[in-house]
């Protein structure tokens, strides 16, 4: 039976990284689906939306790096060594799923732009902000 700290401690991240698998799936169906739904978009939003795409993809690979870093290849350790360090693998996976947050962010911003009548003091809150999440990695 597994110790009650080490359950407590990896489970809820494993459950985590699971429904973040599942998510993934979903927003590979739904590029798939923009892409056969909307042949005629201009190449400049087809671009960042296979950016997100990219670097989503990024995200879930060192999510599952990192998992198994801890989880498979360090289930011997009894020291903190393994977790202490902030390895490759969540920096690049912290990175990305912060510069996807500011992409999905400054897209809808343009929407904002475009639906609000070129709203400057509502578009600009929108990108200060997420530039403001970005420099700040919130």
Not at 5 to 31: D, E, H, N, R
Not at 88 to 96: K, P, Q
Not at 99 to 120: D, E, N, P, T
């Amino acid at each position: 039976m597994t110790d009650v700290s080490t359950a407590l401690k990896w489970g809820p991240g494993f459950v985590g990284i699971s429904i973040g698998l599942v998510m993934y799936g979903v927003s590979v169906c739904q590029y798939l689906f923009y892409i056969m739904a909307f042949p005629r978009d201009r190449r400049l939003i087809k671009c960042v939306v296979l950016l997100v795409l990219v670097l989503d993809t990024i995200n879930t690979v060192t999510s599952l790096s990192f998992c198994c870093r801890t989880l498979v290849l360090g289930r011997w350790t009894t020291t903190y060594a393994c977790v202490l360090q902030l390895s490759w693998d969540l920096s690049t996976n912290l990175g990305s799923r912060f510069v996807v947050s500011f992409l999905v962010q400054c897209f809808y911003a343009h929407r904002i732009w475009m639906i609000c009548g070129r709203s400057k003091l509502l578009t600009g809150t929108v990108v200060c902000s997420s530039t403001l999440a970005l420099r700040t990695w919130i």
